[in-house]
């Protein structure tokens, strides 16, 4: 992650990036921050989106090496297209002789690190695994997004939070945006707000001893 971070700093990037594993938040996070730095808001002729399997790896090749309109990048973006898996060899080749001025980023949940598509984009890009956080990783980004809305919590009253949703981020923020609204006019959150308005998940939970 501090890869893409020191890319987007510098401005300098990778001509493929790979975003992969169960961590969904992060994911679109770091994606959306690659698609910030690289693609102006107004500018729908280079960029490029496909959600899926099925993709035609030959239609993909084709529209890289398509120089740019007026835009220093061409900027390809694949949502779980599955070449991770199977299908990707086309592609893996590609990738040794990429257009310099496109930069294609796949975001996957599963891959095979064992295939050649996975090998060439580490030879060649960029690959970064979004796995699930720790517990006091979570706790520290729970403390982090309230303080940025002016409110506190205590570590046993994050602690109670993560037991309630469980460690995926996503479902974490959302319930977060839930405990904001509710705690308008509060600056600590306390155990019972989190009672009040939180969802309990019934798998995926931290454990309180």
């Given at each position: 992650?501090?890869?893409?971070?020191?890319?987007?700093?510098?401005?300098?990037?990778?001509?493929?990036?790979?975003?992969?594993?169960?961590?969904?938040?992060?994911?679109?996070?770091?994606?959306?921050?690659l698609?910030?730095?690289?693609?102006?808001?107004?500018?729908?002729?280079?960029?490029?989106?496909?959600?899926?399997?099925?993709?035609?790896?030959?239609?993909?090749?084709?529209?890289?090496?398509?120089?740019?309109?007026?835009?220093?990048?061409?900027?390809?973006?694949?949502?779980?297209?599955?070449?991770?898996?199977?299908?990707?060899?086309?592609?893996?080749?590609?990738?040794?002789?990429?257009?310099?001025?496109?930069?294609?980023?796949?975001?996957?949940?599963?891959?095979?690190?064992?295939?050649?598509l996975?090998?060439?984009?580490?030879?060649?890009?960029?690959?970064?695994?979004?796995?699930?956080?720790?517990?006091?990783?979570?706790?520290?980004?729970?403390?982090?997004?309230?303080?940025?809305?002016?409110?506190?919590?205590?570590?046993?009253?994050?602690?109670?939070?993560?037991?309630?949703?469980?460690?995926?981020?996503?479902?974490?923020?959302?319930?977060?945006e839930?405990?904001?609204?509710y705690?308008?006019d509060?600056?600590?959150?306390?155990?019972?707000?989190?009672?009040?308005?939180?969802?309990?998940?019934?798998?995926?939970?931290?454990?309180?001893?």
């Amino acid at each position: 992650m501090q890869r893409i971070n020191n890319d987007i700093k510098s401005g300098q990037f990778q001509p493929v990036y790979l975003l992969y594993g169960e961590e969904r938040y992060l994911k679109r996070q770091y994606r959306d921050k690659l698609k910030t730095a690289l693609c102006a808001p107004d500018d729908n002729m280079n960029n490029h989106f496909y959600d899926g399997k099925g993709i035609f790896v030959g239609e993909i090749i084709d529209l890289a090496e398509t120089l740019p309109f007026l835009a220093q990048h061409r900027v390809i973006f694949m949502d779980n297209s599955g070449l991770f898996k199977s299908g990707g060899e086309q592609m893996a080749e590609y990738l040794g002789a990429q257009n310099e001025s496109t930069v294609l980023i796949f975001t996957e949940t599963e891959v095979d690190k064992r295939s050649k598509l996975f090998k060439a984009v580490q030879a060649h890009g960029c690959a970064v695994e979004f796995t699930q956080q720790d517990e006091n990783t979570l706790k520290r980004w729970v403390a982090g997004v309230l303080g940025r809305e002016g409110k506190k919590i205590t570590e046993s009253t994050a602690l109670l939070l993560l037991n309630k949703t469980g460690t995926d981020m996503e479902n974490i923020n959302m319930e977060l945006e839930k405990l904001i609204c509710y705690c308008m006019d509060k600056e600590v959150v306390e155990p019972q707000d989190v009672e009040a308005v939180c969802t309990t998940r019934v798998s995926n939970h931290i454990l309180i001893w």
